[in-house]
C-alpha cells in the first residue's frame, strides 16, 4: 500500500512538473429568453483569466473567444437594458469547443438605476415559465454524479422528491407516483419509453438509449407544473438536444457502461452555419461475450445499440429548421433453464424479450419580428415490444405468466404548432397545440392449460387521435414577482374524455437571498393504451373491450417553496406539497388493485372491467442542501419525507407500493488540477430511503397450487429492509500538449459496501419455498473517452 501512494505522488508529480499552455475556445449565440431575437453587442467577459478575455456578440448576436486556458472558467455576459448573467465553471478541454447558447430576461425596470447581480441559472429550471418544483441539469452532472453512469434517469433520483431503489431499471418515482405518470419530451416532442427493454406504457428500464454526449442543459420538473406539459401526472423530464459544432470537425470515441461508443459533429458548410450531430453505441457485455468472456451473466447477455443525431440549418430571416432523432433495439434471453441468476424476479422460467423504440422530428422556427414567432413540429414515433415466456414447472393450475407470448407495436405521427409573442418587458403568451395520430397492434396468448388451449387477452388493430390545447401567460409586475397562469386541455377520440385544467405560479424574489414560490394546478392523464382495449369476458360469457370508456387519471397538485441564498454558490431549498389523486381505474377482480401501483416493471397488469372510482393522496416536504462546484468543490444534500396512500375497491387506504416514507442522498465532489493539462476529480455518494413496498405471499397456498400466491388483503403493508448504497467515482482528465485532443478515464465504483438490497420475492417451485432476489452488490466500471 505505502508502494502505491508513493506511485501516485510521483505520477501527480510529474503531470504538475510538465505545465504548458493549454488552450481552447469559447463561442456561442446570445438572444432573448422569451423572444429569441438575437441581442447584437452584448458583452461576455471571463472573469477568471488573468488578464480578463472578452468579446461582444456580432449582428448575428455570436461572440468567438479563443485561446482560453482549459480547466473550469466562468463567463459573465452583459446588456443594456437586461438582466446580467453568469455561468459559473464551464469545463473546457482541447478536442472540443464549448459552444454556449445563452439566453438573457429583459428587465421589467431601468436597470440603470439600481444594482443587479448576475444570476446563476442552474438553480431554476430553463423554462422561465416554471417557478416551483422544476430546476435545469448539465449533462456534465449525469457524469459527475457518482452512480449516474451518464444517465438523465439515474443522475435525477439524487434530487428531491425522487425516489429510486430498484438497481436493474432507471424506474422514476416522483413524491410516490407511478412512474408512467412521468413525461419524456425531447426538443419539444412527447416521445415514447426511451430506455432500452422498456415495456410499452412503462417509462423507464435498465439501460437509457439517451445519449448524454448529445444532450444540452435541460430541465427536470417534480410538480405543479407549466400548462404546455400535459398527459401526465407526475413529473416532466424537458430533453434538449445540441446542435453540432457549425465551424470544424470534432469526433468522439467511449467505452463504458452504456456502451461502445462513436461521435462525430461538425458542419456541412461554414459560410450557412449549417451543422450535424451523430453518435452510435453498442452493448459493452454484448461485445464482451462476442470475445468470448464471461460477463457474469451467464445466456442473460442484453443486446442493444442506439442512435441520436441532430441537423440544425439556419435559415436567416426566414428563421431555422432542425431535424432530429432518437432510436434503439434490443433483446434478450433470461435462461433460468440454464441456470441465469438474472431472471429479475420470473423464476423456474425462460424469458425472452425484446423491443424497439424510434423517434424522427423536425422543427421549423418563423420569426414575424423580433418579438413573434411560430415553431412548427412534426414527428413520427415507434415503439415495439415481444415477449416469450415458458414455464419449467407446471402442476395443472393457470397461472397467465406460465406460457405467455405477446407482440405489439405502436406507430403516433404527431403535428404540434406553437406561437409565442412578447408584447412587452412585462407580458408574454404562448399558444400550442399537440395532435396526435395513433396506430396500434398488439396480440398476446396465454396458455390455459385445464383446456389445452390459448386465449388472447389482446387482440387488436386499432387506431385513434388525441389532441391537446395550452395557453399559457406570464406577468413580471417587477424583475422580482412574476406570475405565470396558464389552461391545458385535451381530448381522447376512443371515448370522447375530455380535460381542461387550469395552471397557476407565482414566484416572487423577496430580498437577494431569499425568494418564495407557489405553484397549484390541475393535471390528468389518459390510460396506458393498451388498457382500453384489454379483452374481458363478462357474467354470460361474452368478450368485449370493457376498458374503452376508461376517463382520465386526475390529480391537483399544490406546492410552496421558499429558496434561502447562504452565499453565491450556496443555497437551501425547502418545499411543501400536497396531491389528490382522483378517477383511478381500480377492478372488482382484484379489490386491492389500483393503476397507481404499476409501471416499474417489463410487464403492465391488465384487467377488465375496470372503474374510475380509486383514489390518491401524496403529501411531504423535501429539503435541499446545495453548494455548486466552486473552487473544486461540490456538495448536495437531499432529504424528501412524504407519505403515498392509494384507496382501491374495497374502500380501505393503504399504502401505495412507492410509499417509501424517507429519502436521503448524499453526494459531493473534489477536483484537483494537476499542471495546465490534468484534472484529477473524486466523487462520491450515499443513499438510504425506505424499503420497497410488498405484497406478502401466501405460502400454503403458493404451495398447494405450485405458483406465487400474493396475501392482497395485507398488499403494501410491510417493507423490505431499507435500501443503503454508496458509489463512488474516479475520473482523471488529460489535454494533449501539442494535438487537438483530450482524453478520460473514469473508474466508477458501484455499492462499494456491498450491501444486499432485496429486489423481489416468488414462489420457487422447484424448491417449494420462497425465493428471494438481491439486486446489485459491488460492481466497478470502467469508462474511457477521447474527444478530437
Known amino acids: ?156 433520483a439524487n434530487y428531491a422528491g425522487v425516489m429510486s431503489v430498484n438497481d436493474q431499471r432507471n424506474d422514476i418515482i416522483i413524491r410516490g407516483n407511478s412512474p408512467i405518470g412521468l413525461l419524456w419530451r425531447l426538443d419539444g416532442i412527447d416521445i415514447p419509453n426511451p430506455n432500452h427493454f422498456g415495456a410499452m406504457g412503462t417509462t423507464g428500464g435498465p439501460v437509457s438509449m439517451l445519449n448524454n454526449n448529445v444532450l444540452a442543459n435541460s430541465d427536470f420538473l417534480t410538480g405543479a407544473f407549466p400548462a404546455e406539459y400535459g398527459n401526465a401526472v407526475g413529473g416532466v423530464f424537458d430533453l434538449q438536444m445540441r446542435s453540432g459544432n457549425n465551424k470544424k470537425y470534432e469526433f468522439l470515441g467511449q467505452v463504458g457502461f452504456g456502451g461502445f461508443e462513436a461521435g462525430i459533429e461538425g458542419p456541412f458548410s461554414k459560410k450557412s452555419g449549417a451543422s450535424f450531430l451523430a453518435n452510435y453505441r453498442y452493448s459493452t457485455l454484448a461485445v464482451m461475450s462476442a470475445l468470448g468472456f464471461d460477463v457474469g451473466t451467464g445466456s442473460a447477455v442484453p443486446h442493444y445499440q442506439d442512435v441520436n443525431f441532430k441537423i440544425n440549418i439556419p435559415r436567416g430571416k426566414f428563421g431555422k429548421l432542425s431535424v432530429f432523432g432518437i432510436g434503439g433495439v434490443n433483446h434478450i434471453a433470461m435462461l433460468d433453464s440454464e441456470g441465469d441468476s438474472s431472471s429479475y424476479g420470473f423464476g423456474s422460467s425462460d424469458l425472452i424479450y425484446s423491443n424497439r423504440m424510434g423517434t424522427v422530428g423536425v422543427n421549423y422556427t418563423y420569426f414575424f419580428n423580433n418579438n413573434s414567432r411560430l415553431n412548427l413540429k412534426l414527428a413520427g414515433t415507434y415503439i415495439s415490444q415481444q415477449t416469450n415466456l415458458d414455464s419449467l414447472y407446471h402442476k395443472g393450475v393457470y397461472d397467465p405468466y406460465d406460457f405467455y407470448d405477446a407482440d405489439g407495436e405502436t406507430y403516433t405521427y404527431v403535428f404540434a404548432p406553437e406561437f409565442y409573442t412578447k408584447f412587452n418587458a412585462k407580458n408574454t403568451l404562448k399558444i400550442g397545440a399537440n395532435i396526435k395520430y395513433n396506430q396500434i397492434n ?119 417553496g421558499h429558496d434561502l441564498k447562504i452565499a453565491k454558490d450556496f443555497r437551501i431549498k425547502t418545499e411543501l406539497y400536497y396531491q389528490y389523486l382522483y378517477n383511478i381505474p381500480i ?189 446489485q452488490g459491488f460492481m466497478p466500471m470502467m469508462t474511457y473517452r477521447i474527444l478530437f
Do not use: C
Request: charged residues 20%; aromatic residues 14%; proline residues 2%.
Open 1 to 156: 500500500m505505502k508502494t502505491f501512494f508513493t506511485l501516485i505522488i510521483l505520477i501527480i508529480s510529474f503531470l504538475s512538473s510538465t505545465a504548458q499552455n493549454s488552450t481552447s475556445t469559447i463561442r456561442g449565440r446570445v438572444v432573448d429568453i422569451q423572444s429569441k431575437e438575437i441581442l447584437v453587442g452584448a458583452t461576455v467577459v471571463i472573469t477568471t483569466t488573468e488578464p480578463v478575455m472578452a468579446a461582444t456578440t456580432s449582428s448575428t448576436g455570436e461572440f468567438v473567444i479563443e485561446n482560453v486556458p482549459t480547466g473550469r472558467q466562468t463567463i459573465k455576459i452583459e446588456f443594456i437594458g437586461y438582466l446580467p448573467v453568469e455561468i459559473p465553471n464551464l469545463s473546457l478541454v482541447k478536442g472540443k469547443e464549448t459552444v454556449l447558447n445563452i439566453e438573457m430576461q429583459e428587465s421589467v425596470i431601468d436597470i440603470g438605476q439600481v444594482v443587479v447581480q448576475a444570476k446563476n441559472n442552474k438553480s431554476v429550471a430553463q423554462n422561465e415559465m416554471a417557478t416551483v418544483s422544476a430546476r435545469s441539469f448539465t449533462i456534465e452532472e449525469t457524469e459527475r454524479y457518482a452512480g449516474s453512469l451518464g444517465d438523465p434517469s439515474r443522475m435525477a
Open 442 to 560: 398488439y396480440l398476446d396468448k396465454v396458455y390455459i392449460y385445464e383446456n389445452d388451449e390459448y386465449i388472447n387477452q389482446f387482440d387488436l388493430k386499432n387506431d385513434y387521435t388525441y389532441a391537446q390545447i395550452f395557453t399559457e401567460y406570464q406577468h413580471r409586475f417587477t424583475d422580482k414577482l412574476a406570475l405565470n397562469t396558464g389552461v391545458f386541455g385535451h381530448y381522447l377520440f376512443i371515448n370522447d374524455s375530455y380535460s381542461v385544467e387550469p395552471r397557476l405560479g407565482i414566484k416572487w424574489q423577496f430580498s437577494n437571498k431569499q425568494a418564495l414560490n407557489f405553484g397549484a394546478g390541475m393535471h390528468s392523464q389518459m390510460q396506458i393504451p393498451l388498457l382500453y382495449f384489454v379483452s374481458y369476458k363478462d357474467s354470460t360469457g361474452v368478450s368485449t373491450m370493457s376498458n374503452k370508456n376508461l376517463d382520465f387519471s386526475k390529480s391537483i397538485h399544490i406546492v410552496i
Open 587 to 775: 377492478s372488482d377482480i382484484n379489490e386491492q388493485f389500483s393503476v397507481l401501483n404499476i409501471g416499474d416493471d417489463f410487464y403492465i397488469p391488465a384487467y377488465g372491467g375496470m372503474k374510475n372510482e380509486g383514489t390518491g393522496r401524496n403529501y411531504g416536504v423535501e429539503i435541499t442542501i446545495e453548494k455548486f462546484l466552486s473552487e473544486g468543490f461540490y456538495f448536495l444534500i437531499t432529504t424528501s419525507l412524504f407519505e403515498s396512500k392509494y384507496t382501491a375497491w374495497d374502500n380501505t387506504e393503504r399504502n401505495t407500493k412507492y410509499n417509501g416514507n424517507y429519502v436521503v442522498n448524499a453526494l459531493g465532489g473534489y477536483e484537483i488540477k494537476l499542471g495546465d493539462f490534468s484534472t484529477l476529480a473524486f466523487d462520491i455518494k450515499g443513499m438510504i430511503a425506505g424499503g420497497k413496498r410488498y405484497i406478502p405471499i401466501d405460502e400454503t397456498l403458493s404451495k398447494q397450487n405450485g405458483t406465487t400466491e400474493y396475501f392482497w388483503l395485507d398488499a403494501y403493508k410491510e417493507q423490505y429492509d431499507p435500501y443503503f448504497r454508496i458509489n463512488a467515482r474516479i475520473t482523471f482528465k488529460t489535454n494533449a500538449k501539442k494535438a487537438y485532443m483530450s482524453q478520460e478515464w473514469g473508474l466508477d465504483l458501484q455499492n462499494i459496501s456491498n450491501h444486499q438490497n432485496i429486489f423481489s420475492q416468488d414462489w420457487d417451485r422447484n424448491s417449494n419455498s420462497v425465493r428471494t432476489y438481491y439486486q
